[in-house]
C-alpha cells in the first residue's frame, strides 16, 4: 500500500538553527514528490516538485532533495517566520491524486 | 489574478444534516480535487473532477458526493453527517489532469459536526 510517513512530528528550533525534515515513501512508481507549506487555518501552499533520485532544489532558506526511498527538506538558518506545518505528498505513477504525509510543525523561536 | 475561492469558510451543522461546500478554481484551471484534513493530520483524498466527471476517487464511503459545473467550478455535498466528519475540507484546482506541480489550494472550509 502506498504510504508517506513524515519525521519528526515536531520540531522546535531556535531562530539561526539549521536542521532537516524527513519524508519516507512507498509507493508504485513515483510520479513526482511535492513540499507543501501550510500556515494555521490555510490551505497548503507550494514550494517544491521533486521527479527523480538526485534531484535538488532551492527556494530562499529551503532546500529539497530526493533519493528512491526518502526527500529531506533543509531549513538553513530559519527565521520566525518559517514556522509552519511542512506537509510532504507522492503522486503515484496511473494516479493523479496526493498521499499527504502528516506533516512536520516547525516552531522556530527569536 | 483570483486563486481558488471556496465557500463558506466556517460552518457548524448537527449530525445527520447534509452540507454542500463549494469551490471555485483558479482562473485558468479546469480540474478540481477535494481533500479531508483531520486535525493534525495531512489531507486524504476525497475525489477529482475533469469535465463534469468525477475521474477518482479516494477511500470515502458514498455519503461523500459531489459535481462540476460547466464553468469548472464544483460542490462537495456530505449526507447523513457524522461527528467524524468534523475536518477543514480542501479544495484544489489544476489545469487538466496533469502533474502537482500546477495544484492551487484554496483555504478550506472548516466543518464542524456537533
Known amino acids: 500500500e502506498d504510504q508517506v510517513t513524515q519525521s519528526p512530528e515536531a520540531l522546535r528550533l531556535q531562530e539561526g538553527e539549521s536542521s532537516s525534515l524527513n519524508c519516507s515513501y512507498t509507493?508504485?512508481?513515483?510520479?513526482?514528490l511535492f513540499w507543501y507549506r501550510q500556515d494555521p487555518g490555510k490551505g497548503p501552499e507550494f514550494l517544491f516538485t521533486?521527479?527523480?533520485a538526485g534531484e535538488e532544489k532551492e527556494k530562499e532558506r529551503l532546500k529539497a532533495t530526493l533519493t528512491k526511498k526518502e526527500s529531506f527538506l533543509h531549513i538553513t538558518a530559519p527565521k520566525p517566520e518559517d514556522s509552519a506545518t511542512y506537509l510532504c505528498?507522492?503522486?503515484?505513477?496511473?494516479?493523479?491524486?496526493?498521499?499527504f504525509g502528516s506533516g512536520t510543525k516547525l516552531n522556530v523561536k527569536p | 489574478d483570483a486563486g481558488v475561492t471556496q465557500s463558506p469558510t466556517h460552518l457548524i451543522k448537527t449530525r445527520g444534516q447534509q452540507v454542500t461546500l463549494r469551490c471555485s478554481p483558479k482562473?485558468?484551471?479546469?480540474?478540481v480535487s477535494w481533500y479531508q484534513q483531520a486535525l493534525g493530520q495531512g489531507p486524504q483524498f476525497i475525489f477529482q473532477?475533469?469535465?463534469?466527471?468525477?475521474?477518482q476517487r479516494g477511500n470515502f464511503p458514498d455519503r461523500f458526493s459531489g459535481h462540476q459545473f460547466p464553468n469548472y467550478s464544483s460542490e462537495l455535498n456530505v449526507n447523513a453527517l457524522l461527528l467524524g466528519d468534523s475536518a477543514l475540507y480542501l479544495c484544489?484546482?489544476?489545469?487538466?489532469?496533469?502533474?502537482?506541480?500546477?495544484?492551487?489550494f484554496g483555504s478550506g472550509t472548516r466543518l464542524t459536526v456537533v
Open positions: 482562473s485558468g484551471h479546469d480540474t
Open positions: 521533486l521527479y527523480s
Open positions: 484544489a484546482s489544476s489545469l487538466g489532469l496533469g502533474q502537482g506541480s500546477g495544484y492551487t
Open positions: 473532477y475533469y469535465e463534469e466527471e468525477e475521474r
Open positions: 505528498a507522492v503522486q503515484a505513477d496511473g494516479f493523479n491524486k496526493f498521499y
Open positions: 509507493v508504485s512508481g513515483l510520479r513526482g
